[in-house]
Nanobody, 126 residues
Framework: QVQLVQSGGGLVQTGGSLRVSCAAS????????MGWFRQAPGKEREFVAA????????YYADSVKERFTISGDNVKNTGYLQMNSLKPEDTAVYYC???????????????????WGQGTQVTVSS
């Protein structure tokens, strides 16, 4: 079992930056990938970014490419989502996810993760 605890986020003006963190504890050796997803009010959860720890491959939604960066610190067992040039449409609750279930399923698929963080509010004011 892996526990994920998120921190960071908050309120920022358009064009600002925020970083959200996701600290993993427990059976962290089973954490082979990490993804970030978000859900805005009245909308479905959507993929934001993902990283495969084994190969270091990263994946981004088109809407956040060139603005967001996913990374991790293996020593601290913590993943990060650095968000720059934020826009009001980035406002959402952000969730980290870890533990890829199936190699044949994409890391952009939220159903392919075993563990989820508690969620962090990110609000971008115009």
């Amino acid at each position: 079992q892996v526990q994920l605890v998120q921190s960071g986020g908050g309120l920022v003006q358009t064009g600002g930056s925020l970083r959200v963190s996701c600290a993993a504890s427990g059976r962290t050796f089973s954490n082979n990938a990490m993804g970030w997803f978000r859900q805005a009010p009245g909308k479905e959860r959507e993929f934001v970014a993902a990283i495969s720890w084994s190969g270091g491959s990263t994946y981004y939604a088109d809407s956040v490419k060139e603005r967001f960066t996913i990374s991790g610190d293996n020593v601290k067992n913590t993943g990060y989502l650095q968000m720059n040039s934020l826009k009001p449409e980035d406002t959402a609750v952000y969730y980290c996810a870890a533990g890829r279930k199936y190699l044949y399923r994409s890391l952009t698929d939220g159903g392919n993760y075993k563990y989820w963080g508690q969620g962090t509010q990110v609000t971008v004011s115009s």
